[in-house]
């Protein structure tokens, strides 16, 4: 099955980056993997992006309400071409995402077919993965049988250079899909944080299905050579 990878740009790069990123994508050749780019809002306009390619964004408002200052509506990224977006990661949910919030966009995006990246994940190492349990459980409570996917991003393991074992993965993977599975979805399941050109390989052996990439898409040299070696899996 193909594999996903999403690269999450957060707040960084400028005009000439993403003119840079999207002139080296569109030349890669991929014939089984599905790349999903999500830049700032921004930088939508700059995505002059080939077949090969998808869009997706960071954030969407939670509300429909026109009385948003500041928010970006479904209809707006529509008008650009996103068709996926990130929801609830954690350096959002630090700010102002509640599970509450996130169930909340999911709902807005779905309905708006849009599909919702969720990220879900525990804080510290030490800590059990049993509140993935939970963050599934709200992020799908008031939508049906619409297409979604999860990251399984550990926050310890979020540019940190430190990356679980492939069995505390595809432990928490199981917990993810069969949350989802017990409320009648069929999810996809990403790993996210610290994924690089040196440790994808061994990740790959993984449950996942593809990864939500950080810091490692800004490289893109590195992202490219990734790129290829999990398209030729
Ligand atoms: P990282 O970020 O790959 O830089 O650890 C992943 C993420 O925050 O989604």
Redesign the pocket.
């Known amino acids: 099955m193909h594999k996903l990878i999403v690269a999450?740009y957060?707040m960084n790069g400028d005009k000439s980056t993403y003119l840079s990123i999207v002139r080296k994508l569109n030349k890669v050749k991929v014939s089984d993997a599905k790349i999903i780019l999500c830049p700032p809002f921004v930088y939508l306009p700059f995505f002059k992006i080939k077949k090969h390619l998808n869009l997706g964004v960071q954030d969407i408002s939670n509300s429909v309400n026109n009385k948003s200052t500041s928010q970006i509506s479904p209809k707006m990224l529509s008008e650009f071409g996103v068709k996926y977006v990130i929801i609830g990661?954690s350096?959002r949910r630090a700010i102002y995402d509640t599970d509450i919030i996130v169930m909340e966009k999911v709902k807005v995006a779905t309905d708006h077919d849009i599909i919702p990246i969720v990220?879900v994940g525990e804080e510290k190492k030490s800590h059990k993965i049993d509140i993935l349990v939970d963050q599934v459980t709200s992020a799908l409570s008031q939508i049906k049988g619409k297409s979604i996917i999860f990251a399984y991003?550990p926050i310890w393991?979020?540019?940190?250079g430190e990356v679980p074992t492939v069995s505390r993965i595809n432990k928490a993977i199981k917990v993810i899909k069969d949350s989802a599975n017990s409320l009648g979805f069929d999810v996809k399941v990403l790993y996210?944080?610290?994924?690089n050109g040196d440790n994808y390989k061994e990740l790959l052996t993984s449950n996942a299905d593809g990864f939500?990439?950080?810091?490692?898409s800004l490289k893109i040299d590195e992202f490219v050579e990734m790129i290829k070696g999990i398209d030729n899996e």
Do not use: D, F, R, W
């Not at 939500?212 to 490692?216: A, D, N, R």
């Open positions: 999450n957060k990661h350096e990220c991003e393991a979020i540019g940190s996210g944080g610290s994924v939500l990439c950080g810091g490692v």
